[in-house]
Structure formats: structure tokens, C-alpha cells
């Protein structure tokens, strides 16, 4: 039995996709910096960067340039291994995340074979991107320990507990999407919503399964420790949280993490919830254009709908206030998780009494 | 009765949440409708060293020295304007107008030294409504940043108007 049969051409493959996948989600991180900036003036009647380059686009090279040459500062009593560590770790998990997503439909090759847009099928996709996203907070947790801070330990603390809580809502509630599903992989969860209405219904998973959706996303936003969620970082009472004590890049590194793990988080929505690359009527699409556009289509559908999620993380950041630790706990653990259990119990009722084979 | 300081004072509306509050999302909702009003409002500021905004037409910003049509100085020194001056922020010393200098001042006795102090100046106008020869005007331009005190001391040479090039050549036949 062969498992991976490794040829030059594979290895070519998989090594483009990956400096592909790598460079659009910095790039993307790079320009949602930007785009929150924006965002923010826009809600705020104000105007945003717009000195560096034409509206403000070089901003994000601006800054990036700043954090680089900036002193690096490592506290003296802090540990300095794990000190490095913390954000190298943010920065990994948050870039490992991309590859068992499917970020478009095969191409067909010449020789017969297909090029596919993914950089592992793997058949527990869903489970590999819960492990990875429960090791990025690790990051957090050794950033704010090693500094030495009271504050960066508290918001480390904060960042552990809240990111448990909320992993158990939205482990739940995916359970629920994936007793329908019948499948771990994200590719065939992605196939199975395939165009947008079929046999009377929607295809896509939010239509299904509405409330897992919100649990879901509301989980998300916890996880990403985002507002309204931000209470690891809340600069009015932890100053800033577990990056008090960085400067330079490696605090860019936990910043742009943030923003990297906002995109990645994005398009598992979009994939798990929205149907992925796909998108109504494409099967009128797929008929008259080539192959090669009916991949790049799709891929550009899977993108809009990550940057409609980015855009919706930003309106929500600049609408709510900060829940107060106790009401995050009390949402997380009282309201969540049963409205979680709940649901999966119904899910799995009305399979059994409606869909199970006789 | 609790004490009130004002009669403005709202109640507090301490009944529980209703189900609809405690389920939060119809109050996010309301929030983004806020939020997402404002992407359509007209945004105050203005892109500053682009765009300026107007001056009022009464605006008294930097002092001027005037010149007559033909060019020469009009002002005498007589020191009516450092008189005037509440803030007292201008000085200037006075000197006796040579013959070979006919072309460049109008009067016998003209300003051999002035200044003003922009940090001392009120930019009240008292000066302007104090010079019997029409010689200081406050123009709508105002003091430009600075690194130094004395960089805000404005001498004759700054203050005094540039000479335009008909009038280069009035003062020249002048002077022939």
C-alpha cells in the first residue's frame, strides 16, 4: 500500500501553494491592519491614514518598516527563551491553520491529473484546525508569563481561561454541523454545499444549521480575543495586556497574528457556514468558461466572503463595548454551551427520526 | 427622596432585562445600524495642507507695512501704532529721510528699525485703527510655526510689503 507517493512535480506543487497561501494571508493580515484603520475613522466620521500613498495604502509597509527598526527590548527578568517563544508561537499557529483549507476547486492538468487547491486533504480537517487554534493561545499564555508582568500574566490567565471556555461552545456546536455533514474533511464539507439550492433547500450550512452558526461565530470572536471579547488586552485595565513588555517585531508578531488568525478565521466560516468557493449558479459557470477560470472564480468567491467576515470582525470591534469578565464567563458557560447542547441533542433527533435509513 | 442636584436628572431604569435584551443580538443589531449609518455621513475634517479652510472676512492675522503706488514706505514712525498697542509688542526707531532716499520712503521722517513680537500680539487691529498714514494692515495670513522666541519677533524685512515689479520701476525713474 502506497500512502503518499511522492513525485517532483507534487512536491513543486504543494511548495507554490504553500508561498502562495503564506503570502496572501500576510498580505491580507498587512492590508486588514490598514482596512480596521479605516474602518474605524469611517464609523467615527473621521478620515483615516491617508498621508502615506494614495489612501493611505502604504501605511501597512510604513509601520511594518517601523516595527522592524524599532529597539528590541527583552526585560532582564524576564525568561528569555520563553520570551522569544511567545510570539514565535502566536505567529506559527496562526499561519499553520491555512493548510487543510480548500481554497478552490481542482484544476484539471494536462496529463489527466489535478491540481488541487489545498495543501492537505485530510480526512479530520475540522479537528486538526481545533487542535492548532487551541495551541495558538499558548503563545499568549508563555508571552505573558515569561515577561514578568503582573499584567501580562493576568491577561495571560484571562486569554487561557476565556479561550477553553469558549473551545467547548464551539467544539459543540460544530458537532451538531458535523453529524450532517457525516464528514471531518473540510474539502468534503465544502463539496457537500456545493452551488446554492438543491432538492427544495439551501445547500449551504448556515441554512441548515443557523444557530450553530451564531454559536459558532460568536466563539470565534472569543478565540481570536477580539472585541468585544478583547479582555486579554484591555488597555484600560491590563495596560496591554500579554504584550506590555514587547517591542519591536516581536510585538508586531503578536499583532499581526491577531490579524492573520482574523483572516484564516474568516474563511473557515465561510467554508464551514457559506459554502466555501462556492457559489449560486456556478454550474452554469462551470459549463461555458475554462477550468482554470472556474478554479480562479471560485477562489475569488471564497476570498470575498473571507473579507466580508473580516469586515463584519471590524463593524462589530467599533460597535460593542468590552463585556466585563464575569458577564464573558456567564455568557460562555451558562448560555452557550447548553444553547450548544441543545442544539446538537435536536440535530441528532431529527436525523434519527427523519433521516436515519430504514 | 434622594438628593437631586439638578431637576434634569432622568430616572434610572433599573426593571430586569426583557427576554429580547437578554439575548443581545437584537442590541448588536441596533448598534450596527448605528455604526454603519455614520459610513454615509459627511466626515468634518478637512485634509489640511490641502484643503483650507476659508479665513472670516474680518480675520486679523500677520501685520503688514503698506507701500504707496510709487513703491515707497509709508509709514513715519511716528509711533502711534506701538502707542496703541495694548499687548505692546511693536517697537521701532525713527530716522530722518536723506535726499538720495526720496524714492523709497514717503514721508521726512521714516522707520529705520520695526518690530513686532507675534508672541506678545493679541492681533487686536488697535494698530491698523491707530496709523494715520494707512502705513500697518493685519492681513489673513497668520504666524507660521516656529523653533525659537526670536524667531516670532518679526523685523521691518519681514513685515515690510515686497516690492512689485511696477513699482521696481517707479522707484527707479525716481531715483534717475
Redesign the interface.
Known amino acids: 500500500m502506497i500512502l503518499l507517493a511522492l513525485t517532483l512535480s507534487l512536491v513543486l506543487e504543494k511548495v507554490i501553494l504553500i508561498s502562495v497561501i503564506l503570502g496572501a494571508s500576510l498580505g491580507i493580515a498587512m492590508y486588514s491592519t490598514w482596512a480596521e484603520r479605516k474602518v474605524a475613522a469611517i464609523m467615527q466620521d473621521r478620515r483615516g491614514p491617508n498621508r502615506a500613498g494614495p489612501f493611505g495604502l502604504f501605511q501597512p509597509l510604513a509601520d511594518g518598516v517601523k516595527l522592524f527598526l524599532k529597539e528590541e527590548i527583552i526585560p532582564t527578568v524576564s525568561s528569555k527563551f520563553l520570551f522569544v517563544l511567545g510570539p514565535s508561537l502566536a505567529m506559527l499557529m496562526a499561519c499553520m491553520t491555512s493548510a487543510v483549507i480548500p481554497w478552490g476547486p481542482d484544476i484539471p492538468k494536462a496529463d489527466g491529473g489535478v491540481i488541487s487547491l489545498q495543501v492537505a486533504d485530510i480526512n479530520i480537517g475540522v479537528l486538526f484546525i481545533f487542535g492548532v487554534v487551541s495551541l495558538g493561545v499558548y503563545g499568549i499564555m508563555i508571552g505573558g508569563w515569561a515577561s514578568n508582568n503582573k499584567f501580562s500574566l493576568l491577561s495571560g490567565l484571562r486569554a487561557a481561561s476565556q479561550a477553553i471556555s469558549y473551545e467547548l461552545a464551539m467544539g459543540i456546536s460544530l458537532i451538531a454541523m458535523v453529524m450532517m455533514t457525516g464528514s471531518l474533511s473540510l474539502r468534503e464539507i465544502v463539496e457537500q454545499q456545493h452551488g446554492f439550492w438543491q432538492d427544495g433547500w439551501f445547500t449551504w450550512n448556515f441554512f441548515k444549521q443557523p444557530l450553530a452558526f451564531i454559536i459558532f461565530i460568536v466563539c470565534a470572536f472569543a478565540e481570536l480575543n477580539r472585541a468585544p471579547f478583547d479582555l486579554a488586552e484591555c488597555e484600560s485595565e491590563l495596560i496591554g495586556g500579554y504584550h506590555t513588555e514587547y517591542s519591536s517585531m516581536k510585538l508586531g508578531f503578536y499583532l499581526f497574528a491577531e490579524y492573520i488568525n482574523m483572516f484564516i478565521s474568516s474563511v473557515i466560516l465561510s467554508s464551514l457556514f457559506f459554502g466555501g468557493y462556492n457559489y449560486p449558479f456556478m454550474d452554469i459557470v462551470a459549463a461555458n468558461v475554462s477550468p482554470l477560470l472556474v478554479s480562479i472564480i471560485g477562489v475569488l468567491v471564497l476570498l470575498g466572503k473571507a473579507i466580508g467576515f473580516i469586515l463584519f470582525f471590524m463593524f462589530i470591534r467599533w460597535t460593542i463595548p468590552r463585556f466585563r469578565y464575569d458577564q464573558l464567563m456567564n455568557l460562555g458557560w451558562k448560555s452557550l454551551i447548553p444553547l450548544a447542547l441543545i442544539n446538537m441533542l435536536v440535530t441528532g433527533a431529527v436525523i434519527l427520526y427523519f433521516f436515519s435509513p430504514k | 427622596m434622594p438628593y437631586n442636584i439638578s431637576h434634569k436628572a432622568k430616572p434610572v431604569d433599573r426593571r430586569p432585562m426583557n427576554f429580547m435584551e437578554r439575548i443581545y ?1 437584537p442590541g ?1 443589531a441596533k ?2 445600524k ?3 449609518g ?2 454615509f ?5 478637512v ?1 489640511y495642507p490641502e484643503v483650507k479652510r476659508p479665513f472670516s472676512s474680518t480675520f486679523r492675522g500677520l501685520h503688514i507695512l503698506n507701500r504707496d503706488e510709487e513703491g515707497r514706505e509709508r509709514c513715519t514712525a511716528c509711533g502711534l501704532c506701538a502707542l496703541s498697542c495694548p499687548a505692546e509688542a511693536i517697537t521701532m526707531e525713527a530716522a530722518e529721510r536723506k535726499p538720495d532716499e526720496m524714492h523709497l520712503y514717503r514721508e521726512e521722517k521714516y522707520a529705520a528699525q520695526y518690530e513686532i513680537n507675534m508672541l506678545r500680539c493679541i492681533f487686536c487691529g488697535l494698530c491698523e485703527e491707530a496709523c494715520p498714514k494707512d502705513a500697518i494692515y493685519l492681513t489673513q495670513t497668520f504666524a507660521p510655526a516656529n523653533y525659537t522666541r526670536e524667531g516670532f519677533i518679526y523685523k521691518k524685512e519681514d513685515l515690510v510689503l515686497p516690492l512689485t515689479e511696477e513699482m521696481k520701476t517707479k522707484q527707479n525713474s525716481h531715483q534717475n
Open positions: 443580538l448588536i448598534g450596527l448605528v455604526t454603519l455614520h459610513i455621513q459627511k466626515r468634518p475634517t485634509n
